[in-house]
């Protein structure tokens, strides 16, 4: 069975920190995908990693992934308010299914 | 461009009921996927259409489950005799797979399903 384990499931930090979440899967897959989600609302795609050593950044948001490890990090730079939401981790399979993991409720307090 | 759009944006239903919920795909995406979101989890895959047919519904959890997607752009998940354990956020998502090695999905902003 395919399992996609994210840490922590829930974090509060204040803004200015750095802090990072950790995505662990068993699969083989070497395609990562990396989710937001406000409250109430849908699923914004935020990342797509591709293969071994991938690192792609948008603002204050970093992502890598590790496929020998079988682990993926999102790391938050310098943490505004405006990151507070979920964030899910996802792997291919099996067949054309994303397997998303239980997500990271993150808060950022002033 | 549009998005994928997704009717009705809630739906309260009673027990025993039978519902639709209907997804549009962003144009030119030819994969559909159906996920269910229950509070506090990740979306759980129910099952993907490549075209018209349904290519993959092992996510199904059961035959009241069924969905359609006859001209290979809008679906319909149906669901029959609806349960409490049915209450859920149905999310619907495409992505364009033909021409391209990932699999990126873009969601729509859901169905909310509550069965009292």
């Known amino acids: 069975e395919l399992k996609v384990e994210q840490n922590p499931l829930f974090l509060s930090m204040q803004e200015g920190k750095n802090y990072t979440i950790y995505c662990n899967y068993s699969?083989?897959?070497?395609?990562l995908y990396w989710y937001r989600q406000d409250p109430g609302k849908s699923l914004e795609s935020l990342f797509v990693?591709?293969?071994?050593?991938a690192v792609k950044q948008e603002g204050r948001l970093m992502a890598s992934l590790d496929t020998k490890a079988r682990l993926s990090t999102l790391h938050i730079t310098a943490a505004v308010h405006d990151l507070s939401a979920t964030y899910f981790c996802a792997v291919d399979g099996p067949g054309y299914a994303l397997n998303f993991g239980k997500g990271t409720s993150l808060l950022v307090t002033p | 461009g549009a998005g994928v759009s997704q009717t009705p944006s809630n739906k309260v239903t009673e027990k025993g009921k039978y519902v639709e919920l209907r997804c549009d795909p962003i144009s030119g995406h030819t994969a559909l996927y159906w996920y269910r979101q229950s509070l506090g989890q990740g979306p759980e895959f129910l099952i993907y259409?490549?075209?018209?047919?349904?290519?993959?519904d092992s996510g199904l959890p059961n035959d009241r489950f069924f969905a359609v997607r006859p001209e290979g752009s809008v679906s319909t998940l149906k669901i029959q005799r609806t349960e409490r354990g049915d209450s859920a956020v149905y999310l619907c998502a495409s992505s364009r797979l033909a021409g391209v090695s990932y699999n990126e999905q873009f969601f729509g902003p859901g169905t909310r399903l509550t069965v009292l």
């Open positions: 990693l591709l293969s071994n050593g």
């Open positions: 259409f490549q075209g018209t047919g349904a290519a993959d």
């Open positions: 699969t083989t897959s070497d395609r």
